[in-house]
Nanobody, 121 residues
Framework: QVQLVESGGGLVEAGESLTLSCAASGSFFSINSMGWYRQVSGEQRELVAVISSRNFTNYKESVKGRFTISKDTMKNMVFLQMNGLKPEDSAIYYC???????????????WGQGTQVTVSS
């Protein structure tokens, strides 16, 4: 069984920073990519940032220059450093990982339970 556990959400004022962390645990062969998504109630979940096993990154346009995704391969963790937070960044943030359970298996998607980020104006 694979589990993703996020931490680091909270309530901050506009302009402040937060760092989200996500740790993958369980039995698996490799992690192909890890990323962060966010969802506001009533809206679709959207990609915020993703990082591949080779450290290629991709960001939602509106967070470029403010958010930085990074990972610790040895610890199977991914981080999202969020600077210059804005009220419109408020959402539940979810960690997602594409993981191969076995050596030649197709990667499966796993999601964390989500962590709330609220930015007050």
């Amino acid at each position: 069984q694979v589990q993703l556990v996020e931490s680091g959400g909270g309530l901050v004022e506009a302009g402040e920073s937060l760092t989200l962390s996500c740790a993958a645990s369980g039995s698996f062969f490799s992690i192909n990519s890890m990323g962060w998504y966010r969802q506001v109630s009533g809206e679709q979940r959207e990609l915020v940032a993703v990082i591949s096993s080779r450290n290629f990154t991709n960001y939602k346009e509106s967070v470029k220059g403010r958010f930085t995704i990074s990972k610790d391969t040895m610890k199977n963790m991914v981080f999202l450093q969020m600077n210059g937070l804005k009220p419109e960044d408020s959402a539940i943030y979810y960690c997602k990982a594409a993981i191969s359970r076995y050596r030649h298996s197709i990667a499966q998607e796993f999601w964390g339970q989500g962590t709330q980020v609220t930015v007050s104006s």
